[in-house]
């Protein structure tokens, strides 16, 4: 609806589901086209701020989410390789491990060719320490792209805060101005 009229002549990119807003350069011919009173406009664009926020909380919250799993993972990748490393020494591993929140125990961890993985949704499957390397690295892999591309997402998200925030600043200023010139040209009423 307005997000194709603009006195800029540029059109609107989308990225991912998230509209692009555009730069107004002409208000009055923006208004214009779209066919709305400054009110109207400035309504409509501070409603689409709002959406951006909301969007903006949730990317935020999945950036959140996929920093704290990359070192956890790594993590995993760090105890798998141990595990490997100290495979057919003849030498046991100690390992202190968390049995609830601050609460630990110690294993001894003999030669073992397995290893158990939490998949999420409180599942656990037994891999074999290849295995479980080559399926950590890949979720590893898929987590850093993840990451890429939502650091680009919330990127382009705050470009489109940034054209909307000007966008209604120029309409709500060239709203003011329009108010003041029909007032200078009202006649004044002497009582």
Not at 84 to 97: R, T, V
Not at 122 to 127: A, G
Not at 141 to 163: G, P, Y
């Amino acid at each position: 609806m307005m997000a194709s009229s603009s006195g800029s002549g540029e059109a609107a990119t989308e990225r991912r589901g998230i509209p692009g807003a555009q730069f107004v350069e002409d208000v009055q011919t923006y208004l214009a086209q779209a066919g709305l009173d400054a009110n109207s406009a400035l309504a409509f664009l501070q409603e689409r701020l709002q959406q951006y926020k909301l969007v903006e909380m949730k990317l935020l919250a999945q950036q959140r989410d996929l920093q704290a799993k990359i070192p956890d993972i790594e993590k995993c990748l760090d105890i798998v390789a141990t595990l490997q490393a100290k495979k057919g020494s003849g030498e046991a591993l100690l390992a202190d491990f968390e049995v609830s929140e601050g609460i630990y125990s110690r294993a001894r961890i003999e030669d073992t060719d397995s290893v158990c993985l939490w998949l999420g949704a409180n599942v656990m499957l037994e891999y074999s320490c290849e295995e479980a390397t080559a399926l950590l690295q890949k979720n590893l892999e898929n987590a850093k792209a993840s990451l890429e591309v939502l650091v680009a997402d919330l990127q382009f998200l705050r470009d489109q805060v940034t054209i909307t925030q000007v966008t209604i600043a120029r309409v709500y200023n060239w709203d003011v101005h329009q108010k003041r010139i029909r007032q200078a040209g009202a006649p004044v009423k002497d009582s």
